[in-house]
């Protein structure tokens, strides 16, 4: 799955036998690159 700003990932969660675990982690993924990633995003707490 390439996340750009065309993907699905809902979709593709529901379309597949995903596991809960796998889910959150590609809701994840999918939150975390369509937001603007800046200096901050990154920081020694994370």
């Known amino acids: 799955m390439i996340i750009d700003e065309t993907d ?3 979709y593709f969660i529901y379309k597949f ?3 809960k675990k796998d889910a959150k982690r ?3 993924l999918n ?3 369509s ?3 800046n200096s901050k995003t990154f ?3 994370n």
């Open 26 to 28: 590609i809701l994840f």
């Open 31 to 33: 939150n975390f690159f």
């Open 43 to 45: 920081s020694k707490k």
């Open 8 to 10: 699905n990932a809902d």
């Open 35 to 37: 937001s603007k990633i």
């Open 17 to 19: 036998n995903i596991s």
